[in-house]
């Protein structure tokens, strides 16, 4: 087991059927990774080897009040108008020995004005 300071990330997952991730990059000045166009051939999962018939990009930053500064309900509005149906932002936490986390009332408030699906993630850190 690993002791040590927790580290807290999280990644917005995006995607929908007409969405294209190098569009909204280019309109909104946001880096996705783990790409893929609508009808791209999928390279694992369901789709392995299979046109994907939906679009998908997953956007990674740290967890704090100043990260989350990108990630406003404009900015949702802005993904769903470009075609996302499905956002959900993940919250890992990597931990040594106890996985004891707080978060602020900052960042649940900028949370839940997202309207978005958030989940957490808790795993020991290798």
Same mark, same amino acid.
């Given at each position: 087991?690993?002791?040590?300071?927790?580290?807290?990330? &999280?990644? #917005?997952?995006?995607?929908?059927?007409? !969405?294209?991730? $190098? =569009?909204?990059?280019?309109?909104?000045?946001? %880096?996705?990774?783990?790409?893929?166009?609508?009808?791209?051939?999928?390279?694992?999962?369901?789709?392995?080897?299979?046109?994907?018939?939906?679009?998908?990009?997953?956007?990674?930053?740290?967890?704090?009040? &100043?990260? #989350?500064?990108?990630?406003?309900?404009? !900015?949702?509005? $802005? =993904?769903?108008?470009?075609?996302?149906?499905? %956002?959900?932002?993940?919250?890992?936490?990597?931990?040594?020995?106890?996985?004891?986390?707080?978060?602020?009332?900052?960042?649940?408030?900028?949370?839940?004005?997202?309207?978005?699906?958030?989940?957490?993630?808790?795993?020991?850190?290798?």
């Amino acid at each position: 087991m690993t002791d040590g300071p927790l580290r807290i990330h &999280a990644l #917005l997952l995006v995607q929908g059927d007409t !969405f294209s991730p $190098s =569009l909204a990059e280019n309109e909104l000045s946001v %880096i996705f990774s783990d790409n893929n166009e609508p009808g791209d051939i999928g390279s694992i999962g369901r789709y392995r080897g299979e046109p994907t018939p939906y679009g998908s990009g997953i956007i990674r930053f740290p967890l704090n009040i &100043a990260s #989350l500064g990108f990630a406003t309900p404009e !900015f949702i509005a $802005s =993904l769903r108008s470009r075609g996302a149906t499905d %956002i959900i932002m993940d919250i890992h936490v990597e931990h040594g020995v106890q996985c004891n986390f707080e978060l602020s009332t900052e960042i649940l408030t900028a949370l839940a004005a997202l309207g978005i699906t958030v989940g957490i993630s808790c795993y020991e850190r290798d």
